[in-house]
């Protein structure tokens, strides 16, 4: 990275955790502090870094549920029904650190299934978000679609209910919504993209509009933040995403004078102010 010419820096306001990840940290450290050390399932949140800091603190990831134990953490994308029941036949302490967004989104599928509903959950499929959202849905899953483009072999429909992953972007959810509109009796969409989200996203637009180049902040496994960076690459060709300062190293600067910062909502505030330092604002 070219840092010849002092450069101005534009740091989205909405940068650090969401209060859903803010609070499974809380828990997971409050946890290890009683405990002496916590596991969690899989990666508590999706963030390289965070996960180091929280490993030093004696907060470690688990990939099977087969292990017994004192205590366990289940993140806060969510578990699905089976895991649950394995984690609370294994571990004596079950602390469910699951995102109230996540929770709702739960809650509102299961109340389409009363009414006989098909769900339709827009998301990427790999995700462990999505595949929580799928496990409530069972049988009445009618399918899980990127954007409108997937909703395909689909003639008609009597009844489906349409819900998103927290972090998707609003533009795949509303091209799937259209589609499903047309080929379903009865439609009902319910936006559960996060409120949070929707923030960042919209200030992200307004950021890329106005600077040379744009520096897109998260982990390599976060939905959230390589949304932010579709978002703001088809605005700003000279946008960048980077997990760690070291990444900017690969980046040439050297012609923008204003740059723009966001970050997605698992990066740790301390690792987004690091890169900022970096950038010499």
């Known amino acids: 990275m070219h840092r010849d010419v002092k450069k101005k ?17 809380k828990l997971a450290e409050e946890t290890a502090t009683q405990f002496g050390k916590a596991y969690t399932l899989d990666a508590l949140l999706h963030n390289e870094e965070e996960m180091q800091r929280l490993k030093e ?36 302490n079950v602390i469910d650190t699951i995102c109230p967004f996540v929770l709702r989104t739960v809650h509102i599928i299961k109340n389409l299934i009363k009414e006989d509903y098909k769900i339709a959950i827009v998301g990427d499929k790999n995700h462990r978000e999505v595949k929580v959202l799928s496990d409530a849905a069972r049988k009445n899953l009618l399918g899980v679609f990127q954007d409108g483009t997937e909703v395909k072999n689909i003639q008609s429909i009597s009844k489906v209910g349409v819900v998103a992953q927290s972090t998707t972007s609003q533009d795949a959810f509303f091209s799937v919504a259209n589609k499903l509109i047309r080929v379903a009796n009865e439609t009902r969409c319910f936006n559960t993209i996060c409120k949070e989200t929707l923030r960042r996203q919209k200030e992200a637009r307004e950021i890329a509009k106005n600077v040379d180049c744009m520096i897109v902040i998260g982990g390599k496994t976060s939905a959230n933040s390589h949304w932010l960076y579709e978002i703001v690459k088809k605005i700003n060709a000279h946008s960048y995403f980077i997990q760690t300062e070291k990444d900017l190293d690969d980046i040439s600067l050297k012609n923008c004078s204003v740059v723009g910062v966001v970050s997605g909502t698992s990066t740790p505030y301390w690792l987004t102010k690091k890169i900022i330092r970096r950038l010499g604002g």
């Open 57 to 92: 603190k004696g907060i470690l990831p688990l990939y099977s549920l087969n292990n017994k134990g004192e205590v366990i953490l289940l993140p806060a994308h969510g578990s699905t029904a089976l895991e649950h029941k394995k984690a609370e036949e294994n571990f004596k």
């Open 9 to 25: 820096i534009i740091v989205a306001k909405n940068i650090g955790f969401c209060s859903g990840v803010e609070r499974a940290v």
